[in-house]
């Protein structure tokens, strides 16, 4: 690469993908440092595409990173044949992408909030990063640590809507990535192949007062997000060195074809992030449907187990 030919935004993105903050595809987290880097150098056609994904509204209009525009996790979702919060049909993902301004020529940033345990809407951070890869785009970075990290590195945050032009998606996404609930029943008990179950400990033993069935998948393991989140910043990744040892001990290892998977997919998001593009894992996938499907199907005769311990616990 002929780096002195390149935009100063060029530049900035080239530093990030030799640093390895997006190995993997481009596909990675990025430091406040580094994401602020990219949208202050960056020519307004070229700079990354910057998305809040943050549920609430009223987070975005109190203060956010300049230039990002307000892409609530849950437009992506809704109920499909009677099963709540499902990933809308493919057409209608396309066209609010598209509206968002989800671009295959431009870097994207996301990110959310931040804050100590219990706060998880990290996870919508890395559900959005998912939908982004799955349909196609290669240049994908979460911001560490969201907007606290960002005001914490002393950046502050503004009140300006922004609203992005209309994007252009790739023309070809990334199905791969995804399992469905066959794909989740072949894969049990076949030697070399783990279920992850991403969920707290007490909804994976059944202890819980949310899901129409109690449990877990048989055979799954149980190892909760958050262990692999810095605890006073549940938006700040864990360094791999960190985790390493622990993932192993769980026996969650790069040798094996992985599926994670959780309630509604947020959680089992951020951990299928977290081994393919933090760990750099080379098979793992996400099941979409997640425990709220698994119960319903089949005329809720699918099995369940309950109890369990923490894996490598």
Not at 171 to 193: C, N, Q, T
């Amino acid at each position: 690469m002929n780096l002195s030919a390149l935009s100063p935004f060029a530049l900035a993105v080239a530093a990030l993908f030799s640093s390895g903050a997006l190995a993997q595809a481009d596909i990675g987290i990025v430091s406040p440092a580094q994401a602020r880097q990219l949208i202050e150098q960056g020519e307004p056609a070229r700079r990354p595409v910057v998305f809040d994904t943050r549920g609430g509204y009223k987070d975005y209009f109190r203060g956010h990173l300049p230039t990002a525009q307000h892409l609530a996790f849950d437009t992506l979702r809704g109920t499909d044949q009677g099963v709540p919060v499902q990933y809308l049909p493919d057409p209608l993902t396309r066209l609010l992408l598209t509206r968002a301004g989800v671009d295959r020529e431009r870097t994207h940033l996301v990110y959310a909030g931040g804050g100590e345990a219990p706060q998880d809407d990290v996870l919508s951070s890395t559900m959005v990063a998912y939908v982004l890869e799955k349909f196609g785009v290669k240049k994908i970075g979460i911001l560490d640590g969201g907007l606290l990290g960002w005001v914490t590195q002393g950046a502050a945050p503004v009140q300006d809507y922004f609203g992005n032009p209309p994007g252009r998606l790739p023309r070809e996404g990334v199905p791969g990535v995804a399992a469905s609930l066959e794909d989740v029943r072949g894969h049990l008990a076949k030697p070399g192949h783990v279920l992850v179950d991403a969920r707290p400990l007490n909804e994976f033993r059944g202890e819980d007062d949310v899901w129409l069935r109690k449990g877990h998948i048989p055979g799954a393991l149980s190892f909760h997000w958050a262990r692999l989140m810095d605890r006073g910043n549940t938006h700040q990744f864990r360094p791999f060195s960190e985790v390493k040892a622990e993932l192993e001990k769980a026996g969650i290892t790069p040798d094996k074809n992985i599926i994670c998977y959780c309630g509604t997919s947020r959680e089992g998001s951020l951990v299928r992030f977290y081994l393919k593009h933090v760990a750099g894992y080379p098979q793992v996938r996400l099941y979409e449907g997640a425990w709220k499907e698994y119960v319903w199907s089949e005329n809720k005769s699918l099995p369940a187990e309950l109890g369990g311990e923490p894996a490598g616990q």
